[in-house]
């Protein structure tokens, strides 16, 4: 079979090689050229920033590939290599004959270069699209040590997460929030591993950041490419793929002590080995690590209880079957253990300061598996692509229920109690694309989709009594969903830099949900639920753009994202009739953007102002006795401005800047459904949110290079509830994070000092932990300090 492989992937190579493309390349730097290049010859371009930020080049006519890339980087500081007809590697350029050979010393991690994103289901260059659109690079990652997504948010403009703890933690953008609990509603985020989605309405599985090309994100809903789920925009990890020529290999360790607390280690390591070289070829990913508690739990007895244990890894395969034909394959799973939440009590006692007082530890898990299968076929008019993928999600949390049971049971014997409550996700979907070719005036997407979800939820509380055991609340939930899709978009050039795009998704889903509770007599005994109903509609887009000689980018965007409805099951009693479902809710973003390029590509920036209209907004919120609802709280509009400016100095200096400022007021309000005064503005998302990253670096003589790394980012006060009527609503402090790095690296190790939290802040990033003693009584709130100060080692080496 393999030697079946190798001889399809000869023939029509030498055809290929002899094709003759259009170029129209106006005068840029050498690496957005060869960006252009990469796209409108429709061929990967890997290792632009071998030539550097500077450079001037252009190129109009007709050429073969080969003779493009020998014209374009005529005088370049790099050099090209052509993999094979769908792939061009760019190195830098080898030193003259008579000049020592002398290691390279590693090239600081840009933060202004062009990238190109596939986030939009095809190959566009970051600054040409039309969209708050950023990326973070595979150095970048590297330079910051982000290793989850919740390291990653300061240098995104508008992307927040709560903090409720390792893999529990809800993405948000914009200011786009329905509340900072997750429940039955569809995530207002859509997280992508390469095509596969993570989630429906789980938390972010808080995948560790290891190997991976980049981090894309697409701010603003994305309905029409993306369906449901996408309200916010999409958060996209892009993995980097099997090298088909040559053996990579690299691994890191790290070891670090949280001050009052345990200590962290980290390991994590990968290898990619070409099988048959320019054909086929695997990469394999592992990692394990231990973040140490810090908190002490003075009921319990125990210190540093909040432990969190992580281990995964991946495996990819890529098969080149001929230069029109490739398949990606990916399997990937994660187990995350943490032994108990990260929360506090406030008030219990002013002369103690913060602390727990449970009386049961509050374990949580997070499991997660997927693989997935890509095909894609290039052809003159352009190319199609087909995935399926498969993702198992398990995750489940235990909580000490005891103070609220004897308000819930009237009976104040009953006063020990745990809640545990589970999640087994199961989703398969399907996504076939069809993208034409960008030499002609008229670009199109043509795409088809179905998914199927299926989801069981099993809860139970238990409390406990002198010598026995009993089940006070028992309930099993199943639900089914079924999406269906058409969508499309096109792009017309209309010539002197304008061009519109239309877009827009026809959609089906259909929502089936069963339940089955056990109460006690007291509460009206066991009772069933069997519902179904379908949701259909269609989401638009539209855009109008124009771009400039010199690089720069103006642009209008209107789009809008979309989730269905569903059901209520849960209670102690029936559900009101009013509460037992919960309707679709939408959002129509107005947009303006613009994309400035200055100082010979040295400075970037990004900006946007944007109006959303958000009706019935979808919400889960808990009731007294503990227990989740989903209900529509009502419309809102939000108005906000977004920007991200990037600058390379010329001693070696890199510095980026991020921010947002919205502004949210909710109006019509479902005061009957909710029974309380809903307050004006969305939860769990501040009025103003900004970050900072600089990276300076230096060479040490001719094998070494100093590294230094500062990244600091800020969050503003915000409430966790649409209720207004509680005076001791909690809130979130301001609160600054900050980490500080120093590296010394040569060619192949890297040996990094780093420091976060280095002023030992301990603001509340998330006044929440326990959805049964949430309420603020007696004067005790919850809090989620900062991890304190934590200083750490690390080693790397890349081959």
């Known amino acids: 079979m393999l030697g079946g492989v190798a001889l399809a992937c000869v023939a029509g190579r030498a055809e290929a090689a002899d094709a003759r493309h259009r170029f129209s390349i106006p005068p840029r730097s050498y690496a957005d050229a060869l960006i252009d290049l990469g796209l409108q010859a429709n061929v990967s371009v890997l290792g632009t920033s071998a030539c550097g930020p500077g450079g001037r080049a252009a190129l109009t006519g007709r050429y073969t590939l080969e003779q493009a890339l020998g014209r374009l980087l005529a005088g370049a500081p790099c050099r090209y290599r052509i993999v094979d007809a769908r792939t061009v590697r760019i190195l830098a350029a080898e030193p003259a004959a008579p000049a020592p050979v002398r290691s390279e010393p590693p090239r600081p991690p840009s933060l202004v270069a062009e990238v190109v994103v596939t986030a939009t289901k095809r190959p566009v260059a970051l600054d040409r699209l039309p969209a708050g659109v950023s990326a973070i690079s595979r150095e970048q990652i590297n330079a910051t040590r982000a290793i989850d997504v919740g390291q990653t948010v300061g240098q995104l403009a508008g992307v927040l997460t709560t903090n409720l703890g390792p893999g529990r933690d809800k993405l948000l953008i914009r200011g786009l929030s329905d509340g900072a609990f997750t429940g039955r509603t569809r995530s207002t985020v859509g997280t992508y591993l390469d095509d596969a989605p993570l989630n429906y309405n789980a938390p972010d599985p808080d995948l560790r950041l290891v190997d991976i090309d980049r981090i894309e994100v697409v701010r603003g809903p994305q309905g029409a490419l993306y369906g449901s789920g996408s309200v916010a925009g999409i958060y996209r990890i892009v993995t980097t793929k099997p090298d088909l020529q040559d053996v990579e290999y690299g691994a890191s360790a790290s070891l670090s002590h949280t001050e009052g607390g345990d200590e962290s280690h980290e390991f994590d390591g990968y290898i990619s080995l070409p099988l048959i070289k320019d054909h086929l070829a695997i990469r394999l990913v592992a990692y394990e690590d231990v973040q140490g508690g810090y908190l002490d ?365 919205s502004d949210a007021e909710v109006r019509n309000p479902n005061i009957p459904e909710f029974a309380l005064a809903v307050s004006g503005e969305l939860p769990g998302v501040p009025n103003v949110s900004g970050g900072v990253l600089a990276v300076y670096q230096r060479p040490l003589g001719e094998r070494f290079t100093l590294r230094l790394v500062g990244e600091a980012s800020y969050v503003g006060t915000t409430s966790l509830s649409f209720d207004s009527t509680n005076p001791t609503q909690p809130r979130t402090d301001n609160y600054l994070r900050a980490k500080l790095a120093a590296e010394i690296a040569s060619e192949h190790w890297r040996l990094t000092a780093f420091v976060s939290n280095p002023f030992d802040a301990d603001g509340d990033t998330f006044a929440y932990g326990n959805p049964f003693s949430f309420t603020n009584v007696d004067g005790i709130r919850q809090a989620t300090p900062q991890r304190p100060r934590t200083i750490g080692l690390r080693l790397a080496a890349t081959f």
């Open 297 to 661: 739990d003075v009921n319990l007895r125990v210190a540093n209880v909040d432990q969190t244990h992580r281990d995964g890894g991946r495996l990819s395969v890529r098969v080149r079957f001929n230069d029109s034909w490739r398949l990606d394959a990916l399997a990937a799973t994660q187990h995350l253990r943490s032994n108990d939440s990260q929360y506090v009590l406030i008030g219990m006692d002013p002369s103690t300061g913060p602390r727990r007082a449970n009386r049961i530890r509050e374990a949580h898990n997070n499991d997660f598996s997927y693989g997935g299968v890509t095909l894609h076929g290039e052809f003159d008019w352009g190319s199609v692509t087909s995935s399926v993928n498969y993702v198992h999600h398990v995750f489940s949390s235990q909580f000490d229920a005891s103070r609220g049971l004897p308000d819930i049971f009237q009976d104040d014997t009953v006063d020990l109690g745990a809640y545990v409550e589970s999640t087994r996700s199961n989703m398969l979907v399907q996504d076939l694309v069809l993208r034409s070719s960008t030499r002609g005036s008229l670009d199109w997407l043509l795409g088809v989709y179905a998914a199927r979800t299926v989801q069981r939820n099993p809860s139970t509380l238990d409390i406990f009594l002198p010598g026995s055991v009993s089940t006070a609340y028992r309930e099993f939930r199943k639900d089914r969903l079924t999406e269906y899709a058409v969508y499309g978009e096109g792009s017309y050039d209309f010539g002197g830099g304008w061009s519109v795009t239309l877009g827009g998704r026809f959609f089906q889903t259909r929502v089936h949900t069963t339940a089955d509770i056990d109460v006690g007599d007291q509460f009206g005994g066991p009772r069933s639920f069997d519902d179904a109903r379908t949701f259909d509609g269609f989401s638009p887009k539209i855009s109008v753009q124009r771009e400039f000689a010199n690089g720069d980018l103006v642009y209008a965007l209107i789009s809008e994202g979309y989730r269905p409805g569903g059901f209520n099951s849960s209670g102690f009693f029936a559900i009101r009739a009013n509460r037992t479902t919960f309707a679709p809710d939408r959002l129509r973003n107005y947009e303006i953007g613009v994309k400035l390029r200055r100082l010979d590509d040295r400075l970037r920036l990004r900006a946007a102002a944007y109006y959303n209209d958000w009706v019935n907004i979808q919400t889960d919120q808990y009731r007294q006795s503990g227990l989740s609802f989903t209900g529509n709280v009502g419309d809102a509009r939000i108005l906000g401005l977004e920007a991200e400016l990037g600058y390379e100095l010329p001693f070696g200096l890199s510095v980026q800047l991020n921010g947002l400022v």
